[in-house]
């Protein structure tokens, strides 16, 4: 069995590359293969075809063969959101794991996660950091961090800088000037786009807090070719105190090939008064795809003294919901 992979620009069906070649399996047992693509089939418009090779002696064979949850993951040089072999534990990567102890145990490679078990351990389990799943690397999506002016924005009434505190991480823009405040981001092609996502405050670090809701923020959306706004959320003036992320989902007369979001204040006190600032604006895709990010680690349940009771239940991720 050979598993190959084409370009789009591949003219024949010569140029299909080989990637791995499969033997029969000795049993029937289904086997898992991990194939790492290389860069050759890394592009635009790939296929991939697997094939059996024609029996090379007269005889010939009689077989059959099934394929079953075929999966691509853009996982081959994606820098690790977390990696940690705990020689030594990295102490950012882990909140919390009761009941064990780190330690070379259990055959393992240097330390490993140790959980003796035993009575009255009620809770044995790892948690890790918080890592922010959506920032699905390689994928497309858009995003701005403010961290130099961007092109092809229209920014009224803001600086750059941390004023009002690290947003979301460097500079933000932050509004306190006189006159107009608004932000509006470039037309963009919003029709594969299903959020908007951004990091605000106002009043946050050494900027003037909101008085009223005449201080309120309002997000809003427009289509070229069409004059109306598309109010999408107003940010209450006391409700930002320490920098959140804002997210608003986008109706569909919004997801257009040229729409621009914009934020723009009501009214303020003037220079330096009712002060806000933004970071980290990004469009998110209209739905994440299902298998996205790969979770890889090795566990041994069978180094205790009394089997029976090793037993471990699941790797779950609790998602902080800002949706
Ligand atoms: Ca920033």
Redesign the pocket.
């Known amino acids: 069995m050979v598993s190959y992979c084409l370009s789009a620009n591949a003219n024949t069906s010569d140029d299909w590359i080989t990637l791995e070649k499969i033997r029969a399996p000795t049993n029937s047992s289904t086997v898992i293969h991990l194939v790492p693509l290389p860069h050759s089939c890394r592009s635009e418009a790939v296929r991939l075809r697997w094939s059996q090779e024609t029996p090379h002696g007269p005889e010939g064979y009689e077989s059959c063969w099934g394929l079953d949850n075929v999966l691509l993951v853009n996982s081959a040089h994606r820098v690790p959101l977390i990696e940690d072999n705990l020689d030594p534990l990295d102490t950012a990567n882990w909140l919390f794991f009761p009941g064990a102890s780190i330690k070379h145990a259990c055959q393992s490679e240097g330390n490993a996660l140790y959980f003796h078990g035993g009575e009255g351990a009620a809770h044995s389990l790892a948690s890790t950091r918080d890592i922010d799943l959506h920032r699905e690397e390689g994928r497309s999506y858009w995003e701005e961090?403010?961290?130099t002016p961007p092109l092809n924005w229209d920014i009224e009434g803001a600086m750059y800088g941390t004023k009002c505190g690290e947003?979301?991480?460097?500079?933000?823009l932050v509004f306190e000037k006189e006159g107009r405040r608004r932000v509006c981001t470039p037309y963009l092609d919003t029709t594969s786009y299903g959020n908007l996502r951004f990091h605000f405050t106002m009043g946050g670090g050494d900027c003037d807090p909101g008085e009223s809701h005449d201080n309120d923020v309002v997000l809003f959306g427009r289509s070229e070719g069409r004059r109306e706004r598309v109010v999408l959320d107003t940010l209450p003036y006391s409700s930002y105190r320490t920098p959140a992320v804002v997210s608003a989902a986008l109706p569909s007369e919004l997801q257009t090939p040229v729409t621009q979001f914009c934020l723009e204040q009501q009214s303020h006190g003037g220079a330096n008064r009712h002060v806000w600032a933004v970071?980290?604006m990004q469009l998110l895709p209209v739905l994440p795809g299902t298998h996205t990010h790969v979770a890889q680690f090795s566990i041994n349940l069978g180094c205790g003294s009394y089997q029976p009771a090793n037993r471990y239940d699941t790797l779950s991720s609790h998602q902080s919901n800002e949706i």
């Open positions: 961090d403010f961290e947003i979301e991480s460097g500079a933000a970071d980290f």
